[in-house]
T-cell receptor, first 115, second 114 residues
């Protein structure tokens, strides 16, 4: 079946502009995660959704970052007023539930470059 | 807070050599432990996992045993191949917790030479 998909695959934007990154999880997966992969920080957890709710937003690096999920499916990560330090690969993952033992399936990522 | 520490790379081995990548964790609860692999140009994929102490995860000739007494989950393979060249990430997740986000080590790049 279809895996996790993300769009766009690459995004180049100018500093100060807003960007939206999209994630389509595996059908039937109730849990959805956003991570960021950068050279200096490795893989960082950003936010988790169980259904449409995000019980913990503490991983978001600043208030310029927000995320939503609708219909228990598609999720959008929005970065406002982008900065150069936001340049990274943004990964989305989904799993059957939010319990830790279940495998997370990762999408191919969106490479964001802020110039 | 919870954390994962793995040996820094890069690691370069000849084909058929023995591989060990060390991983240790700190956790307040009872985490599940994972090894993820990222092949060149591809996304992260699960290699193996263990959900409780003394469990052994295995896949594609790789093995790792969940050692609670040493808080470790070292990855091993008896004979590596060129196709094993990739970046390997150790990760933990709070088993039984309601969130289950993964905490990753910084990754170890493995290069296998023919």
């Amino acid at each position: 079946g279809a895996g996790v998909s993300q769009s766009p695959s690459n995004k180049v934007t100018e500093k100060g502009k807003d960007v939206e990154l999209r994630c389509d999880p595996i059908s039937g997966h109730t849990a959805l995660y956003w991570y960021r992969q950068s050279l200096g920080q490795g893989l960082e957890f950003l936010i988790y959704f169980q259904g449409n709710s995000a019980p913990d937003k503490s991983g978001l690096p600043s208030d310029r970052f927000s995320a939503e999920r609708t219909g228990g499916s598609v999720s959008t990560l929005t970065i406002q007023r982008t900065q150069q330090e936001d340049s990274a690969v943004y990964l989305c993952a989904s799993s059957l539930t939010g319990q830790g033992a279940y495998e997370q399936y990762f999408g191919p990522g969106t490479r964001l470059t802020v110039t | 807070g919870d954390s994962v520490t793995q040996m820094e790379g890069p690691v370069t081995l000849s084909e058929e050599a023995f591989l060990t990548i060390n991983c240790t964790y700190t956790a307040t609860g009872y985490p599940s432990l994972f090894w993820y692999v990222q092949y060149p140009g591809e996304g992260l994929q699960l290699l193996l996992k263990a959900t409780k102490a003394d469990d052994k995860g295995s896949n594609k000739g790789f093995e790792a045993t969940y050692r609670k007494e040493t808080t470790s989950f070292h990855l091993e393979k008896g004979s590596v191949q060129v196709s094993d060249s990739a970046v390997y990430f150790c990760a933990s997740s709070n088993y039984g917790g309601s969130q289950g986000n993964l905490i990753f080590g910084k990754g170890t790049k493995l290069s296998v030479k023919p």
